[in-house]
């Protein structure tokens, strides 16, 4: 029976959990104190306190690093790449320590796995966000200088999938999907036969979230951007954090607007905008696939509120079935990835800066 570590980094806590083969035996979200962080500038500054917590969590479950067979990291920002799971070499640990474009905590994974291994345990990763499976057509962006980009929750909408395919009972890299993962930010996207090839980039197209302002009216955003209103990093936030339910209710909490939605008929219209432009883009992802769709899989936290998934189901209902799978599988994605090769069902990837 194999032992497989997984390492899961957020901005504020570190998820950790082992599983024996397919089962999770033990878990735990590492909460990290805001004077711990504050000591360190950079996000790769905080590899060594966060290591060190996860070796307390090994010991309070009986366990040491040498009782592990496999590391299953979080894929960080690395460059665009085809679905499967990676092996951590050196290459992918100095890319995500020195050269990604993009600060964020999920490049803490890989390489605190990679250091933890000491070179005797290998790390995976299994479908980093950047994740790159789009057909030609949907590169276009409609100005030759720019291209769309494959950037989505690739993790948990694969494992999903996959879950999908399982109880329809037909073959994976049989299936076309659509699949909306409903969380801070929100992806949708079109899979067909186990390749992504479309989705929106939750930063900065598709719906609004609970956090971000999704697609906006591009004329009257290049006003504002020309104005003297807000500086570069102001209006990034309101676009990135402080945009969607955050920019017109003051909260990313779905409950909480669902509360104010009672009292406020103002506060009900923008629920209801959110689950509209969420079918909207689904009905768009169906499009892509010629209307050939097994099923429309929704998931992450926002699949949790049984009404707002209504009010997206209302609108998409007649376009096939709905699967609902809600929360995230990003634990088990990463444990199962590793498994995936240990027990020689699938062959790693290798990495590099080129792959």
């Given at each position: 029976m194999y032992k497989i570590l997984t390492i899961n980094p957020g901005s504020t806590s570190t998820k950790v959990a082992?599983?024996?083969d397919e089962k999770m035996i033990s878990s735990e979200t590492i909460e990290h104190k805001s004077s711990e962080l504050k000591k360190h500038e950079n996000i790769m500054d905080q590899i060594g306190f966060r290591k060190e917590a996860i070796l307390?969590?090994?010991?309070?479950n009986g366990l040491k690093i040498n009782d592990i067979h496999s590391i299953a990291a979080r894929g960080g920002i690395l460059p665009p790449l085809k679905s499967g799971t990676y092996l951590v070499n050196e290459d992918m640990v100095h890319y995500l320590k020195f050269e990604t474009k993009t600060e964020h905590a999920s490049n803490l994974a890989a390489v605190i796995g990679y250091e933890l291994s000491d070179n005797k345990i290998p790390v995976y990763v299994t479908d980093p966000?950047?994740?790159?499976?789009f057909c030609e057509e949907a590169r276009i962006s409609g100005i030759k200088e720019l291209k769309r980009k494959s950037l989505l929750h690739a993790l948990n909408m694969k494992i999903v999938a996959r879950?999908?395919?399982?109880e329809i009972g037909k073959e994976y890299n049989s299936c076309n999907f659509v699949i909306a993962h409903l969380g801070g930010g929100i992806s949708v996207g079109a899979q067909k036969?186990?390749?992504?090839?479309?989705?929106?980039n939750a930063n900065d197209e598709g719906p609004f979230s609970p956090e971000r302002a999704g697609e906006l009216p591009m004329g009257d955003l290049l006003k504002i951007i020309f104005?003297?209103?807000y500086n570069h990093k102001e209006l990034k936030k309101r676009l990135i954090g402080h945009g969607g339910l955050v920019g017109y209710l003051g909260t990313n909490d779905l409950r909480e607007a669902f509360k104010m939605a009672q009292k406020d008929e103002k506060a009900e219209l923008v629920i209801e905008a959110m689950a509209y432009q969420i079918a909207k883009e689904i009905g768009a992802m169906t499009v892509v696939l010629n209307g050939e769709v097994d099923a429309?899989?929704?998931?992450?936290?926002l699949a949790n509120s049984e009404p707002f998934i209504n009010l997206i189901k209302e609108r998409v209902s007649k376009l096939g079935l709905i699967m609902v799978?809600?929360?995230s599988f990003e634990m088990e994605a990463l444990a199962l990835g590793a498994f995936r090769i240990l027990n020689n069902s699938e062959s790693p990837l290798n990495w590099s800066k080129e792959v």
């Open positions: 082992v599983f024996e307390k969590f090994l010991d309070k966000v950047s994740v790159d499976e879950k999908a395919s399982e036969e186990g390749k992504m090839i479309d989705v929106n104005s003297d209103l429309i899989i929704i998931t992450g936290g799978y809600p929360g």
